[in-house]
Each structure stands twice: as C-alpha cells, then as structure tokens.
C-alpha cells in the first residue's frame, strides 16, 4: 500500500511538472499606471491566463518608447500600442501583429461655463493637447472642424502639447480654454464637472470613419504567432474574458478601484463607464474601415506618423483562424 501511495504521489508530480512546462511565460510591458493595468490585473487574479496556457508576467515602464524599446530588443513579448503603429512598422518590414484591446478615443472639452458650443467657436482659444502634432485624437479634430465648418483648427487656435496629467489640471484651472485627452483622463474631466464639446468617435462618424474600429490593442511579433499561435490566440481569449467579466461585474471594480486613481465616486464611475464603452465587438476587425482611417492619417500626419505606409499592410490584424 505504501509503494502505490508513494507511486501515485511520484506520477502526480511528473504530471504537475509537465503541466507546468506547457505553461509558457508572456512579458507583458506596459505603462504602470496605464488603464490595460485593470485587464491585466484581472485577468491574472482570476487565472484567465493560466486557463488558456500561459503565465502573464507584467512588466510595468515609465512610458510608451520604454515599452517599445524593450519588445524590439526581445525584452518583452507583448506590447500595448495602437494599429496604426503596427501598419508603419509591417511596411517598414518588421512583423508585427495587432489584437484589439480597446476603441475607447478621447475628445474635446470645455468649461460648464464656456460660451464655446461647436469646435467653430474655438477661433482665438488655447487648447491643451495631450502628445504632440500627431496626436490622432487632434489630427482627426481638425479634419473635422475643415469639414463641418470650413476653419483651419490649427490656424484659428494656440496649441499647448503636453503630457497627459499636465493637461488634465490646466484644463481643470482653466489655463487652457479647450483640451483633448485620452479617454480616462476625459472621464475624470467630465466628473470634474467639464462638458464634452467634441467627441472623436462622433467627429469619425462625420469623417466617414467607423468609430468602432478598434485604436489600441497588445501587440506581438507575427514568429510567435507562426511558432505558438495557441499562446497568441490564448491571450486573446483572456483578454476577452476579463472584458467580459468587467463589463457585467460590479464587484470586480470595487476590487480595481484603489489602483484607478479616482478621487471621487464621479470619477470613478465615470472611469468604469469609459472603460466598458470602448470594449470592441468580438470577431474581426472590419479591414475596410481601418484602410479608410489609415487612408485620413496619410493625408493629416503623412510620413511622420505612418511612415512608408499608404496602404493597409496585409496580417496587421489578428483575425479569427489566422
């Protein structure tokens, strides 16, 4: 009895072992106060990951160019950009591969009480902008506000570029008559209690885009995707179940809600309601409609944001069965 206890215990082991082998490691770099933050860390505590073969490892950076420098040198397997990044790189030569995250975009908001109601009541204002000139976010605001009401955005208005938090509070102070954020940022603005004058997702709609189109997203290099395509399509899959679970699950933010930021309820309701606004469809990325946005960067960022691209570079997106 003892030698087949002891036999048992020898062949659970190797079991364990060899179970755990299979588990493969994915670097995950990412900003360390960045939203993706939320995903991840739900998708780990939940065991999302190793439920479909893989053991996330979170690999928090001071910011985006750290991340990217650390997946080009092979230091990170995964990184979180936006497609259009990825459609310069696949032109440049380099096999990237992108799978939606999140199509949450940001906009342009004003004081309660500024007089300000459409972008052509801007002329003369200062607007914060989050980035630099190539901002998407402001590059499709122009194009909006050239299309709808004939006004030049850029020579109508002074712009301050800055980072993200800096804009926040000079838009809360008012140093700044109009600002564009990101998403989350906006969120805590309009908690603030700043009103929306201009949403990106609306100005697309104006442009011909499709604002459901999906902006960021984690990417990976197309070798893992030949080499381990269960590994890629295993992130996919947590992904999606953590969208799921926060996109119905209460008590899963109250979890999250320490590592949100939120100062107030406002905040942070408005953070999980942004959040669960841009969780993209499941299924695939309509290519058409992202040759359409890639077709308006050309034409606004030219070479110094799409690089050599001009045309949708074929495999920039993980599809179902690729």
Known sequence: MFFK???????????TTAAWAETQALRVSV?????????????????????????????GVAGGSAAKVAFQGGEADVIVSDWLWVARQRAAGKDYVFIPYSKAVGGMMVPKESPAQSIADLSGSKIGIAGGPLDKSWLILRA???HTAGIDLEATTEQVFAAPPLIFKSALSGEVGAAINFWHFLAKMEASGMRKLVDVAEAATALGLDPDTPLLGYVVKGEMLRETPALVHGLAAASRDAKDLL??????????????????????????????AGIPEAGPVDEEAAARMLALMVELGGEDLVGSARTLPAGTFLQPGS
């Open 144 to 146: 909006y506000a050239a």
């Open 5 to 15: 206890t002891l036999i048992g215990a020898v062949a659970a082991a190797v079991l």
């Open 31 to 59: 900003l360390k106060f960045g939203t993706v933050n939320w995903e991840l860390n739900t998708i780990k505590h939940h065991g999302f990951d190793a439920a479909h073969g893989f053991d996330l490892q979170v690999q």
């Open 247 to 276: 996109a119905s699950n209460e008590a899963e933010w109250d979890r999250l809600r320490d590592q949100m930021n939120a100062k107030t309820d406002a905040q942070f309701d408005a953070l999980k309601a942004g959040f669960r």
